[in-house]
């Protein structure tokens, strides 16, 4: 496993187990938090076809839907969206809108995206500490701690249908029906 600092990436990952004890003993509540895109591109890693046939796709180029999704890593998902870039100052209106609906103390995990490092964003921490939201920074090179990122492998290589990528529409509608059946037809099972 690649990371610059061993001994931080272990510290780090000690304190992850300890957070997701907590939560397993009901004490916080914890969710993981990151963004992805999605355009016209084909996420598409390989295919089966018949000996001497051609499986084409098409591929556009095309505007991004960005998701920025906070994920209990069960059923509770909370995504937005935004046709355009992540920005820090959208990341902090998602997590400020999020932070309405907590209940008792809960930490959200995130990787250290520039965005999620900012002046900005760092300064925000203190407001939403204050409302019982705190944030945990993952170790540098450490998405397999995120388990969010197991979500968007899912939408972008195992859910989303060939068909999908002949147009614009055709992509938005099928996200659309990723999250409002998620927990129902699209699930992700950690055991």
Do not use: C
């Not at 029906?177 to 950690?190: A, D, H, P, S």
Request: hydrophobic share 35%.
């Amino acid at each position: 496993m690649k990371t610059k600092r061993p001994k931080d990436y272990e510290v780090k990952k000690q304190e992850l187990e300890n957070i997701q004890r907590q939560n397993n003993e009901g004490e916080i509540d914890l969710f993981y938090a990151d963004g992805s895109g999605f355009s016209l591109i084909p996420y598409i890693p390989y295919a089966w076809q018949e000996f001497g046939k051609t499986i084409e796709l098409p591929s556009f180029r095309s505007k991004t839907l960005n998701l920025f999704g906070i994920w209990d890593a069960k059923t509770d998902l909370n995504l937005y969206s935004i046709e355009g870039s992540l920005t820090s100052e959208v990341v902090i209106r998602y997590i400020d809108d999020f932070s309405n609906k907590i209940t008792k103390k809960t930490v959200i995990v995130i990787d250290n995206a520039p965005i999620h490092k900012s002046n900005l964003f760092k300064e925000r921490i203190k407001h939403w500490k204050e409302k019982g939201l705190e944030i945990f920074h993952l170790p540098s090179y450490s998405p397999h701690l995120n388990l969010i990122e197991h979500l968007w492998r899912f939408m972008k290589y195992e859910w989303i249908e060939f068909s999908v990528y002949y147009s614009w529409d055709n992509l938005v509608k099928y996200i659309e029906k990723i999250v409002n059946n998620f927990g129902i037809l699209y699930t992700i099972n950690f055991v």
